[in-house]
C-alpha cells in the first residue's frame, strides 16, 4: 500500500500481478519467481539452477538493469510494458543439441504473439522475432555443464526479451526494432502473452525431446522464416558470402544456397546472416 495525491492510499499493480492467472501449463514456468527489478533474469534463473531449482523454474522482472544480448551485447530493459523472462530446462540431452531448444523458443514466441496479437509475426534464423521487418524479440541460450550426468548438461537457460510496449529506441534501433503495441496500435497484456508462449513451448518441446531433434517443427519453422527464399548474407568469420536462403536443416543450421548452385550449411553460433539490403 502506497500513499499519494493528498495522502489518499493506493496499490500499484506489479509484474507479479499480471502474470496471475495467466499459466496453465504442466511444467513450463512453475514455479514463477517474479522481480519488480533484477540484473538479468538469465544470472538470477543461473543463481537457482545452481541452487537445485527444478526443470521448469521461471524468472520474470519487469526490468533489467543489466540485460544480457547474444554476443556479449547487453540488453536494453526499461520497467514498463515490457517482457523479460528466463526459462531453466534440465533436459537430458547431448550438449551439441542444446542449441536447437534456441529455435523451439523462438517458434513458440512466433506462434504466441500470432494468436494473442494477429500480427504476422515471423523468425530471423536462428531465433530474432521480427514483425514488419524489425526485431520484437531477441532470445538468449546459456548452458551449464556437468560431467557427472548422463548427457552432460546440468541446466540450460533460455532468456526471451520481447519488445512489448517499447516506444522509443535508441536512434541506432529506430530501424530495426519494434514493440508489438506499435504495430498493432493498441496496448498489448504481457501476461496473456507469457501464457500463451509458455503454453506453445511446452508442446513444442515434447515434439523435439520425441523426435531428438528438430524434424517435427521444421516445416512450421521455415514457414514463419523471414529469410526463407531471400537473398542472404553470412558474416562468417572465415569470410562473408552471399546465397539465397532455403531454410533449415532437421538440425536447425540454415541452408544457403551459393551462385554456383552449391549448398552451404550454416552453425547458428559461428556466423550471422543479414538480409543483403539491410537488417532481415
Ligand atoms: C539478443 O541479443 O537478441 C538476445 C536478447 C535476450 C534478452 C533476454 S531479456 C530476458 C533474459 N535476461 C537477459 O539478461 N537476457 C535475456
Redesign the pocket.
Known amino acids: 500500500m502506497e500513499q499519494g495525491y493528498s495522502g489518499r492510499e493506493w496499490n500499484k499493480i506489479t509484474l507479479q500481478d499480471e502474470l496471475t492467472g495467466h499459466i496453465h501449463t504442466e511444467w513450463a514456468g512453475q514455479p514463477v519467481c517474479v522481480y519488480e527489478t533484477i540484473d ?4 538470477a534463473c543461473a543463481a537457482l539452477a545452481q541452487e537445485g531449482a527444478a526443470h521448469g523454474t521461471l524468472v520474470a ?1 519487469n526490468e ?1 538493469t ?6 556479449g ?1 547487453s ?1 536494453e ?1 526499461p520497467g514498463g510494458n515490457q517482457l ?3 526459462l531453466l530446462l534440465r533436459p537430458d540431452l547431448a550438449p551439441e543439441k542444446a542449441p536447437m531448444l534456441t529455435l523451439v523458443m523462438a517458434l513458440a514466441v512466433a506462434e504466441a504473439v500470432r494468436e494473442t496479437t494477429g500480427l504476422p509475426a515471423e523468425i530471423k534464423w536462428p ?2 522475432l521480427v514483425v514488419q521487418g524489425k ?1 520484437v524479440c ?3 541460450t546459456e548452458m551449464r555443464l556437468d560431467n557427472t550426468r548422463k548427457h552432460g548438461i546440468d541446466s540450460v537457460i533460455v ?3 520481447v519488445n512489448v510496449g517499447a516506444r522509443d529506441f535508441a536512434a541506432e534501433l529506430a530501424d530495426k526494432a519494434t514493440s508489438l503495441e506499435q504495430e498493432c496500435g493498441t496496448a498489448q497484456d504481457r501476461g496473456v502473452l507469457l501464457g500463451a508462449i509458455l503454453q506453445a513451448f511446452e508442446r513444442l518441446y515434447a515434439a523435439f525431446v520425441a523426435a531428438g531433434d528438430l524434424s517435427a517443427l521444421q516445416e512450421q519453422y521455415n514457414a514463419y522464416l523471414v529469410n526463407l527464399g531471400r537473398d542472404v548474407t553470412v558474416l562468417d568469420p572465415q569470410g562473408t558470402y552471399n546465397g539465397i536462403a532455403e531454410g533449415i536443416t532437421t538440425t536447425g543450421e540454415l541452408l544457403v544456397r551459393l551462385p554456383d548452385a552449391s549448398t552451404r550449411t550454416v552453425f547458428a553460433g559461428e556466423v550471422s546472416v543479414r538480409g543483403i539490403y539491410g537488417y532481415v
Open positions: 538479468s533474469t538469465n544470472v522482472a533489467q543489466a540485460g544480457r544480448g547474444r554476443r551485447r540488453w530493459s523479460y523472462f528466463s531465433n530474432d526485431k531477441g532470445i538468449l532468456g526471451v526479451g
